[in-house]
């Protein structure tokens, strides 16, 4: 796509084919080439005629999208809420990324998505201090007006910089949870040796004739984000061996699973409670009402142990806490979901190239937030430059990692292949 600074209307592609591949690439795990070879295939069986775009035109349409949501003016109000985290390192860099949604327009009858949020900020850096992250906070602040409070993680950093700026923290209730569940199993005897015994048998049958019994591999840093999974292999294997047909390998094998019955059965019945009450925060709010559901919901666990009774203490503190946190507002958005979706797509358009580290394409971050429809990818075609990109690149990514590689392999300058590199 050719547009130029003088003739920024001079695309040649109708508007609605651009609207296909961005919608296709921002809503679908499609890759850039594989949108190309599915406009060739419309053409081919549905007898059309369009010019199917070039990956690395698409490549240029979903970063000018994703550019002018960021650009775009925002009405100053004093009801923000903001949502924050700092990526994962992608090669030597961390990405810092700030959505913004006003409380006013929060929709409490379903969890958050995309188009609900306006992206604030997304930047790039080596590290990520309490000051820093304050700093960038506090020039979101001057530019859309008060923030009540945010929305995080726990991480040192971000929870630093939310207490120099004096906004209050509302901790996300995934990672709450996860770290309750982490205090309760995480050095009991029971737990450890129910997971090492599934890690040995991974270990010891992935490549014999039973393989196809092996339980789930367990995730090291998100191990109690995800207990169902462990919980279910083990109901199912439980309900497996009450049958009275059973393969005799299968059986010799799992019979082991049996010594671990009582702990299974509340794993499984924590998970899914915990899930219930997940999902009634994210989607309804906190508040009075939602906390009073979920306190019922947790009595539906009928195991009662000190595991039990610590799990449900911390959770009850942590609803009212979260509650007196910001007593003037009815309804308390608790999850920053909506901001890991948005990194875990990201990186999924990187996992070919591991090695490119941070580029402009973060700028899908935003453009995840972008209405689709005609008017505003028109305007976005329009209006957003490729100048523009470069010149936001160099402010908020700088030189990047693939660049420094084509340095380091070609003897060029860093800043003619950026230069090269976002042309």
Request: net charge positive.
């Amino acid at each position: 796509m050719n547009d130029t600074k003088e003739h920024p209307k001079n695309y040649h592609y109708p508007l609605f084919l651009i609207q296909i591949a961005v919608s296709i690439k921002l809503t679908t795990s499609a890759g850039f080439r594989a949108i190309q070879k599915i406009i060739a295939i419309y053409n081919l069986y549905l007898s059309l005629s369009l010019k199917a775009p070039s990956y690395g035109t698409i490549l240029i349409w979903v970063k000018k999208l994703g550019y002018h949501q960021l650009e775009e003016t925002i009405e100053k109000a004093n009801d923000w809420i903001i949502i924050l985290d700092e990526s994962v390192e992608f090669g030597h860099e961390k990405l810092l990324v700030i959505y913004g949604v006003r409380s006013s327009q929060i929709d409490f009858s379903r969890a958050l998505i995309y188009k609900d949020l306006t992206p604030l900020s997304i930047i790039a850096g080596e590290s990520w201090t309490g000051k820093l992250i304050e700093k960038e906070i506090k020039k979101i602040e001057n530019k859309i007006g008060k923030i009540i409070y945010a929305v995080a993680d726990g991480g040192n950093a971000i929870k630093n910089s939310l207490k120099c700026a004096d906004i209050p923290h509302v901790y996300d209730i995934t990672h709450k949870f996860a770290w309750f569940l982490k205090e309760v199993y995480k050095e009991d005897r029971e737990f450890i040796s129910y997971t090492k015994t599934m890690a040995a048998m991974r270990g010891k049958l992935a490549l014999s004739n039973v393989s196809h019994i092996l339980p789930p591999n367990q995730r090291c840093h998100s191990r109690f984000m995800n207990l169902e999974i462990i919980s279910d292999w083990g109901m199912k294997v439980i309900n497996y061996l009450k049958r009275s047909e059973k393969n005799e390998k299968e059986h010799i094998k799992l019979k082991w699973v049996f010594g671990f019955k009582g702990l299974i059965i509340e794993l499984s019945q924590v998970s899914k409670i915990i899930n219930i009450i997940m999902g009634i925060i994210k989607t309804e709010g906190l508040s009075e009402k939602s906390i009073r559901k979920s306190m019922k919901k947790l009595n539906l666990i009928s195991i009662d142990n000190q595991r039990i009774r610590k799990l449900k203490s911390n959770i009850v503190e942590y609803l009212k806490k979260c509650k007196k946190l910001i007593p003037e507002q009815d309804k308390i958005l608790c999850t920053s979901d909506i901001i890991e979706s948005s990194f875990g797509k990201y990186k999924n358009y990187l996992n070919k190239n591991p090695m490119t580290g941070i580029t402009n394409l973060s700028l899908c971050i935003s453009a995840f937030t972008s209405n689709l429809d005609a008017e505003n990818v028109k305007q976005a075609m329009e209006h957003s430059r490729n100048i523009d990109i470069a010149k936001w690149t160099k402010h908020n990514i700088g030189i990047t990692n693939l660049a420094k590689r084509k340095y380091f392999l070609q003897k060029e300058g860093c800043e003619k292949i950026l230069e090269r590199e976002i042309s």
